[in-house]
C-alpha cells in the first residue's frame, strides 16, 4: 500500500508586581498557549520548566462535585479520555506536529503510539479529571488591581501545568482505545483526501490566511480533519462544524472560529452532495 502523503502544503520550515496597588491590566487569553503545548512531542516525562511561557486568563469554571465519578463522561472506567471529541484533539495534536515536521501523520500517530516510557514514568490520571476540553480561549481580560492578576496567573500556572501533563503522556496513558482508533482512522481520512481538500481550502479560506499559511497552520488543520471526517466517517456536517468551531475556540486566536465556521459551510454547500462524499473540485466554477 502506498504511504500516505506527508502534510506538506502549510508546512513551516508576565511582568512581576510589586503591591496591591490599584492598576488597570489587560491579560491575554490562553488559546496561544494551547497551541504551543499541542506542538510539542510527548517527552518521556513531563518537565514542567520545558511548558510553553504563561499567558494569562480567566479561570475555567470549576468541575462539579461529581466530577470523581463516572458520570464523569470524559473518561472511562480505566480512568482514560473516551469522547469523540478527545479523538479529534488527538488527530489535531498529530496532524498539526506533522506539519511541523514534515512528517507523515498516520506515521508520525502510529510512532507517538508505540514510543516506549522512560523507566518508572508514572502518569498521574487525576491530571485527566481536571482537564477540561470546554476550557476556551477568550478576548484580553482587564483586571483592577494586581493582587488579581497575580491570583488569575497562579489559576493559570496550574490550568498549564495541568494540560502539559496530559498532553505530553504517551497517548495509550490517555486516551481508550475507541479514541485512539477513531483519532487514527481521521487521520487516515485526512492524508487520503489532503490533495483535493487543498484544492478547496484555497478557493475558500480569506485571502489573509493565503497570504501567511505557516501561522495558520492550526486552523487549516481543524479544516482538514472536519472536512476529512464529513467525507468518511459521515458524521453529521452541523455536528462536525460545531466540533471543529470548539476546537478554533480552544487553540487559536482572534476571529479563527467565525472564519472556520464560513468555510466549512461553504464546504458542505458547494463541495459535498446529500451523501456525505465529497464532489470533485472542478465540479465547481
Known sequence: MEAAPALRTFSPSSSSSAGARPCRRVLAGPASRRARALAAPPPPRAVASSRAPLVVSSPPPPPPASSGSLAHAKVDRSGRFCSPRAARELALMISYAACLEGADVVRLFDRRISARREPGYVFDKAFLLSYNHMSFGGGPLE???????????????????????????????????????????????????????????????PQAWKDEPVARILELCILHIAMAEMTSKGTPHKVVINEAVDLAKRFCDGGAPRVINGCLRTFVKDHVDNSGASQPAESKA
Open 143 to 205: 483586571v483592577g488591581t494586581e493582587e488579581e492578576a497575580e491570583k488569575l496567573t497562579s489559576q493559570n500556572e496550574k490550568d498549564s501545568a495541568n494540560e502539559a501533563e496530559v498532553l505530553s503522556a504517551p497517548p495509550k496513558l490517555v486516551y481508550n482505545n475507541f479514541v485512539l482508533r477513531l483519532s487514527r482512522e481521521l487521520l487516515v481520512a485526512v492524508a487520503s483526501g489532503w490533495d483535493k481538500h487543498v484544492d478547496i481550502i484555497d478557493k475558500i479560506v
